[in-house]
């Protein structure tokens, strides 16, 4: 909840409550609010820090969860503008959907000022998760997870504004919202069973020719592999790109811990290594660097996939 997309979730609304109970002077619960959020955020995080501090690893959190997240958000890919029409085209139109329904509902139905009001934050809150969600310049789907858990809002209003009256208006809308989920889910289904047949067949492999306590390592951000193929890396880069095209401290040290451990298998299922000299200097030294190492320690089997030469 503290990652920079995700702290719309809460961050909009809690803005919106402090801002109504100071305009109506109820300060007493406006304190109470404060506190026992403050306390909510206390039960979360004491015990998480506790367990980190006490298996020696706080500072591997910090450095891992934070500081790279943020060098992963300050990793372009993409001009804001081709992010955004990467993520309309593939969310299903849930981004349209999510600022026309409710402005839609604010012209035609009767409308108390409270629910204008809600309805109006719903839209701020949806037109600054676009943003956060393109901000980066990445076209990473997830990033609109928000923007479908607040959907909730303007349905609730149709349900509670629905009547004889308005009730053909509010069928057909609740109707569209029902078709822009099936368009979603069909979206995502595409995408699982794309990378099914990728990872599939490449955990097979993986394991055929490997133990379960040897090591691998797949190239690239999609560290799904590991999970699918039942074998893991014990270093911290398992997840490199794009961060590594940005931070030459980050790509140094994961180049080095490659060298420290050199897992038994390399795969490189996801990087388009023809363009990578388009994101940076650094992305064309990590290219070098990475292949440089691949040449030198490890024979091709094939399918983007690397072994020891003395596994081979």
């Known amino acids: 909840m503290i ?36 306390l909510g955020l206390l039960i979360i995080f004491i015990p998480i820090l506790l367990y980190l501090y006490l ?12 500081i790279f997240n943020l060098n992963y958000m300050g ?12 993520l309309i085209e593939h969310s299903g139109g849930i981004i349209p959907i999510s600022v026309i329904l409710p402005i839609t509902l604010i012209y035609i139905l009767k409308l108390k000022k409270e629910e204008k ?23 990473n789907i997830h990033y609109l997870i928000p923007i479908t858990a607040n959907l909730i809002i303007p349905i609730s209003v149709i349900f509670q504004r629905m009547n004889k009256k308005n009730m053909f208006i509010g069928f057909i809308l609740f109707l569209l919202f029902i078709i822009e989920i099936m368009i979603v889910n069909i979206n995502v289904n595409k995408t699982m069973k794309k990378w099914k047949d990728i990872y599939g067949p490449a955990s097979k492999v993986i394991q055929r020719i490997t133990k379960p306590e ?18 893991m890396y014990s270093g911290k880069y398992f997840f490199q790109i794009p961060v590594a095209y940005y931070d030459e401290k980050i790509e140094k040290e994961f180049i080095e811990e490659l060298k420290r451990i050199k897992p038994k298998l390399i795969i490189d299922l996801v990087i388009d290594w023809d363009n990578i000299e388009e994101h940076s200097e650094l992305g064309a030294k990590f290219k070098t660097d990475l ?21 081979n």
């Open 75 to 86: 990793a372009v890919e993409y001009t804001i503008e081709r992010s955004l029409t990467i």
């Open 117 to 139: 009001t809600l309805l109006i934050t719903n839209i701020i809150y949806t037109i600054i998760n676009i943003y956060l969600a393109v901000q980066p310049q990445k076209a």
């Open 291 to 311: 292949a440089d190492f691949i040449k030198k320690e490890y024979n091709y089997l094939g399918n983007r996939f690397y072994i020891r030469i003395e596994d």
């Open 3 to 38: 990652r920079p997309n995700l702290a719309s979730v809460w961050l909009i609304y809690d803005l919106y409550i402090f801002f109504k109970l100071l305009r109506d002077k109820e300060l007493k619960r406006l304190i109470k609010i404060i506190l026992y959020s403050f």
């Open 55 to 66: 298996k020696n690893a706080l500072m591997d959190f910090f450095s891992t969860y934070i």
């Open 214 to 231: 040897d090591e691998i390592l797949q190239i690239g951000n999609r560290p799904a592999i590991y999970l699918s193929s039942n074998r």
